[in-house]
Each structure stands twice: as structure tokens, then as C-alpha cells.
């Protein structure tokens, strides 16, 4: 092992220590460990303020009805299951008693630290081929549950007075060629590390939306909005592997992104971008959700989400 290696190692286990024994770690190791009338709940995501990432507690607290506690911030001693909701996060689950329901694979060459207990849905069936390849049984039942927050949220009109509206990935956002495009009137630039609702509204005010977000695309697909995947970086795209998962999960049809360069202008953009049709059967992966509250019996009986409570 390389010494940068083994210096970052020792980071890594730093911030995983003082992720323990921090103020609200202890708040929420207690709450979780004395609740005797099952108020709390156990789920793994990728603690961030990015929209997407940032669904996954709030989908879990929507169809479970209880106070969701992220595990990597606590020391699960009571043994509680946890669950594994939304985003590419399968190749960073270490716990033995994940059950997964919607979330997936970052990249294709990836696979599990460790088995999970059960996967009871999964992004799409790329991420399913994974699972199979590693021995781990996998339904063929496919879907991004933060549909079901995007679709909850109310009080919110669609507008389209932009016409296009591009969501760059977080670590897109300072390309020159984003500036570009934000200095047209015509274009609305969407910070996907803006609360929830505040993306969902921005993208409402847009007939189009091009992005490298991931979760930028599912939203427009939600809103029924025309859209088109775009690479700026390598490190948002990677090898395309959670786009095309989601991509076969609904059957949209799309391979490959457009690339932007610094002469694409917003015309080009506006005649890249297509209708994509959600075929998703979300009563079945409702269905299959391992915390889902009695009273959620369908999509149409999920409770609604107000703007500013997100």
C-alpha cells in the first residue's frame, strides 16, 4: 500500500470516528436506542445537499411515517435493519442488514463491500445484473423512489417562461461553459444543491431541461417535461452506467449524452431534447417497499409533501 494511500485511510477512519461522536450523533444514537414505540427508522445515504441525494431521508420519513436516522452517523447496536432508498450508492453499503429498495451502482465495474440482507427493488437492470453476477438475489423490480417525492410536492405551477432550463451536476456547475449559458435570458441555470422544492420549482419554469444531473433528468421525466443528458465532465458522467440503469428502468430510449462544447448554443440544445414516457410500474415498486406505512396502499394514497416543509 502506497503512503498516500494508507495517509488517506487514516483520514477516512478519522471522519468516520468523529462521525460517531459528534453532538447530533449522540442525540440520534440515543433516540434511536430507547425507542420503545418504533418512531425511528434506519436508512444509508450520501449525507449531501445535493437535491438528489438529499431525497432519499425524505422518501424514506414520506412512506414510512417515522423519523429517519442516516447509519453512517450512528453505531447500530440494537441491530435495526437499514434501508437503502435512492442514489449510487450500492458499492459503498457495508452493513449486513441493508435491505435495498430503489437505489443502485455508481459504475458497472463495481459490486457490494458486503452482501446486503435483501434487495427488494432496484434502480434499473443494470444495477439487477450486478447483483446476479455477485450471487445476490435481486426482483426484477425497478425504480428511482425519489419519484415518489418529486410527485408528492404541491403548490407548485408550471410556467415553462424559460425555455430551456439546465441542471448541471454539482461538480459541473463552475464550467465556463455552464457561465455561458447563464447569461442568456432565455435560460435558467438550476442549482441542484438548492433545497428540494426549489429545484422542483425552477424546473417547472422551464419548457426543456438539459442536464448532467442525474436526477435532473428524472425530475423533468416526472414533470413530463422534454429533456437531454449532457456531459461536461467525466467525473459527473463517469462510464454512464447509473444514467443508461435509469434509462432502461423506464424505457427511454438514450445511449449516449451530448457532449457541450463551447459552441453549442441553446438552439442545438432545444433540437436535441425529446418526450420521455415514465413506463414505470410505481404501484409495483410501492408494493415492494420494505417500511411502507399500512395506509399507503398505492401510489395515489402516498401523503402529499408542502414546499416548505422540503
Not at 172 to 190: E, G, K, Q, Y
Not at 260 to 280: A, F, I
Request: charged residues 25%; proline residues 5%.
Amino acid at each position: 500500500m502506497s503512503i498516500a494511500r494508507y495517509k488517506r485511510k487514516i483520514r477516512n477512519g478519522i471522519g468516520y470516528i468523529r462521525s460517531r461522536i459528534s453532538r447530533q450523533s449522540l442525540i440520534d444514537a440515543v433516540s434511536l436506542h430507547t425507542d420503545v414505540d418504533g418512531e425511528y427508522i434506519l436508512g444509508h445515504w450520501h449525507d449531501s445537499n445535493n437535491f438528489g441525494d438529499a431525497s432519499s431521508p425524505v422518501c424514506i420519513e414520506l412512506l414510512s411515517g417515522k423519523k429517519v436516522i442516516n447509519a453512517n452517523m450512528v453505531i447500530n447496536f440494537t441491530d435495526r435493519p437499514i434501508y437503502s432508498v435512492v442514489g449510487s450508492v450500492l458499492q459503498w453499503a457495508r452493513f449486513k442488514r441493508t435491505h435495498i429498495w430503489g437505489s443502485g451502482f455508481l459504475q458497472g465495474g463495481q459490486g457490494f463491500r458486503t452482501a446486503p440482507e435483501r434487495i427488494h427493488a432496484v434502480r434499473g437492470p443494470l444495477s439487477r445484473e450486478v447483483c446476479l453476477r455477485q450471487g445476490v438475489a435481486c426482483p426484477p423490480i425497478y425504480g428511482d423512489p425519489a419519484v415518489f417525492v418529486f410527485k408528492a410536492i404541491t403548490g407548485i405551477k408550471r410556467t415553462e417562461e424559460f425555455k430551456l432550463g439546465v441542471i448541471p451536476h454539482y461538480v459541473d456547475a463552475p464550467d465556463p461553459r455552464i457561465d455561458r449559458l447563464r447569461r442568456i435570458d432565455s435560460v435558467l441555470v438550476i442549482d441542484v444543491m438548492r433545497p428540494i422544492a426549489e429545484v422542483v420549482s425552477a424546473v417547472s419554469r422551464c419548457r426543456a431541461v438539459v442536464s448532467s444531473s442525474l436526477h435532473g433528468l428524472i425530475l423533468a421525466d416526472c414533470l413530463s417535461i422534454p429533456s437531454r443528458w449532457i456531459k461536461l465532465s467525466t467525473p459527473a458522467t463517469r462510464d454512464g452506467f447509473k444514467f443508461l440503469d435509469y434509462f432502461k428502468s423506464i424505457g427511454r430510449n438514450e445511449d449516449r449524452p451530448l457532449e457541450l462544447t463551447d459552441s453549442t448554443d441553446v438552439r442545438r440544445l432545444l433540437s436535441e431534447v425529446r418526450g420521455h414516457r415514465m413506463n414505470l410500474d410505481l404501484d409495483l415498486l410501492l408494493e415492494a417497499c420494505p417500511f411502507r406505512h399500512d395506509s399507503i396502499t398505492g401510489v395515489d394514497s402516498v401523503p402529499v409533501l408542502a414546499v416548505q416543509h422540503i
